[in-house]
C-alpha cells in the first residue's frame, strides 16, 4: 500500500506564529484530505485536496502530486489550532490504499 | 444538518466480552468507514459499508465485524474482545465513498472510546 509520511511529528509554537506542517507519499492518489483532531478526540474535514490550493480563514494547503507531497499552512496560529493535524489518501486498489499519516501533534502556547 | 453520531461515547468491558458501535451518519450519505485510532499504530481503516454492503475491509482479523441498515446506518461488532482492542473507534460517512468518487469528503463522528480490561 501506499507510505505515507508527515512532518514534523511534533511543534510547539507561540500564538500568533505561523506554520508549515508537511505530508509526502509514495504514490500518485485520487483523494488527499488534511484533517484536524481536537482534545477531544473528533476529526474536523479541513481540505479536500488531492492537487492544487485552496485557503479558508487561516489556513491555506496546496499539493503537489507530480512531486507527491501535501503542505498545510496555518498562519497567525491560536490555542484552538492545537491538536493533532492528519493527512488522509486514497492511491487506490481498495482497502490496501486508503492510509492515514501518522500525525503532527501541534502546540500552540498563549 | 446533523453531523454524524456514534454511541456509546464510552465503553467498558472485560476480556473475551463482545461490543457492539453504532454509527448513524449525515443525513443522504451512504457510505460508512470505520478506523481503529491507537497510540501506537494511529489510524487504520477497519471496513467501508455502502447500500448495506462491504465493500472493503482492512487487515483486522475476523472478530471485527459490522453491517449497515437500509437507513445507512452501521454498526461495528467485535467480539471476544482482547486488550488490545482498547482504542478510539471512529466512524466517517460520504456520500458514495473515497475510494467510489470524486470530490468525496470524509465526516467523522466523536468516536467511541472502549477500554478492555
Excluded at chain 1, 509520511?5 to 508537511?22: C, V
Excluded at chain 2, 458501535?21 to 501506537?40: A, D, E, K
Aim: proline share 4%; glycine share 10%.
Amino acid at each position: 500500500g501506499i507510505q505515507v509520511e508527515q512532518s514534523p511529528p511534533d511543534l510547539i509554537l507561540q500564538e500568533g506564529a505561523n506554520s508549515t506542517l508537511r505530508c509526502n507519499f509514495s504514490d500518485s492518489v485520487n483523494n488527499l484530505q488534511w484533517f484536524h483532531q481536537n482534545p477531544w478526540g473528533q476529526l474536523i474535514n479541513l481540505f479536500y485536496i488531492p492537487s492544487g490550493t485552496k485557503q479558508n480563514g487561516r489556513l491555506s494547503a496546496t499539493t503537489v502530486a507530480t512531486e507527491r507531497y501535501s503542505l498545510l499552512y496555518i498562519s497567525s496560529s491560536q490555542t484552538t489550532d492545537s491538536g493533532v493535524y492528519f493527512c488522509f489518501m486514497y492511491s487506490g486498489g481498495g482497502a490496501d490504499g486508503l492510509t492515514f499519516g501518522k500525525g503532527t501533534h501541534l502546540i500552540i502556547q498563549p | 444538518k446533523a453531523g454524524v453520531t456514534q454511541t456509546p461515547r464510552y465503553l467498558i468491558k472485560t476480556r473475551g466480552q463482545q461490543v457492539t458501535l453504532s454509527c448513524s451518519p449525515i443525513s443522504g450519505h451512504r457510505s460508512v468507514s470505520w478506523y481503529q485510532q491507537t497510540p501506537g499504530q494511529g489510524l487504520q481503516f477497519l471496513f467501508e459499508y455502502f447500500s448495506e454492503t462491504q465493500r472493503n475491509k482492512g487487515n483486522f482479523p475476523g472478530r471485527f465485524s459490522g453491517r449497515q441498515f437500509s437507513n445507512s446506518r452501521s454498526e461495528m461488532n467485535v467480539s471476544t474482545l482482547e486488550l488490545g482492542d482498547s482504542a478510539l473507534y471512529l466512524c466517517a460517512s460520504s456520500l458514495f465513498g473515497t475510494a467510489y468518487a470524486t470530490n468525496e469528503k470524509l465526516f467523522f463522528g466523536s468516536g467511541t472510546q472502549l477500554s478492555v480490561l
